[in-house]
T-cell receptor, first 112, second 113 residues
Framework: AQRVTQPEKLLSVFKGAPVELKCNYSYSGSPELFWYVQYSRQRLQLLLR??SRESIKGFTADLNKGETSFHLKKPFAQEEDSAMYYCALSPPGSSNTGKLIFGQGTTLQVKP | NAGVTQTPKFRVLKTGQSMTLLCAQD?????MYWYRQDPGMGLRLIHYSVGEGTTAKGEVPDGYNVSRLKKQNFLLGLESAAPSQTSVYFCASRLRGAKNIQYFGAGTRLSVL
């Protein structure tokens, strides 16, 4: 079954420390991967897509097809990065539905 | 341009009561989705719609019904609420053929006692 796994419910780091939020997926094809973020009292929003190969707010994510992972990284965490982060997958062939499969979410807490 | 708007924001129901959650989007998006968010479970798709007049089941459809009579609205109904339906409900929409990006509403927090 298609599945997205975020093994950490909570990740707590100090300001300025590196951050890595883990995401593993189980799918044999070439899915499209995303990271969505939900800041306190704000709605869920897209952070980045693997297709775009972009860096948003200092975050990057590399798709590793061999390890079926899409970990989110930032070299120096800021307090404003504190939020809930969701990894999501769009299976190949789902363009006619746009469905996403979400992971369980990881709460990132950046301490001063 | 309000984006995706959900009403109500909060609701408390007694077991067995019914209610309808409304999702409205003003972006002319074809695709719309209803999710529920539960601790440790992430977001799970309840139902979705790829266009006006069409709906389909998602991952956890039992106990819910939906309707998409107008392109801009997607309604989620609970006919007989159960405590297991206590959750935060999110609506999202997406433009067909464009970047695969979903836009979310602010959520509805529902408690069933």
């Amino acid at each position: 079954a298609q599945r997205v796994t975020q093994p950490e419910k909570l990740l707590s780091v100090f300001k300025g420390a590196p951050v890595e939020l883990k995401c593993n997926y189980s799918y044999s094809g070439s899915p499209e991967l995303f990271w969505y973020v939900q800041y306190s009292r704000q709605r869920l929003q897209l952070l980045l897509r693997h297709i775009s190969r972009e860096s948003i707010k200092g975050f990057t994510a590399d798709l590793n097809k061999g390890e079926t992972s899409f970990h989110l990284k930032k070299p120096f965490a800021q307090e404003e990065d504190s939020a809930m982060y969701y990894c999501a997958l769009s299976p190949p062939g789902s363009s006619n539905t746009g469905k996403l499969i979400f992971g369980q979410g990881t709460t990132l807490q950046v301490k001063p | 341009n309000a984006g995706v708007t959900q009403t109500p924001k909060f609701r408390v129901l007694k077991t067995g009561q019914s209610m309808t959650l409304l999702c409205a989007q003003d972006m002319n998006h074809e695709y719309m989705y209803w999710y529920r968010q539960d601790p440790g479970m992430g977001l799970r798709l309840i139902h979705y719609s790829v266009g006006e007049g069409t709906t389909a089941k998602g991952e956890v459809p039992d106990g819910y019904n939906v309707s998409r009579l107008k392109k801009q609205n997607f309604l989620l109904g609970l006919e007989s609420a159960a405590p297991s339906q206590t959750s935060v409900y999110f609506c999202a929409s997406r433009l067909r053929g464009a970047k695969n990006i979903q836009y979310f509403g602010a959520g509805t927090r529902l408690s069933v006692l």
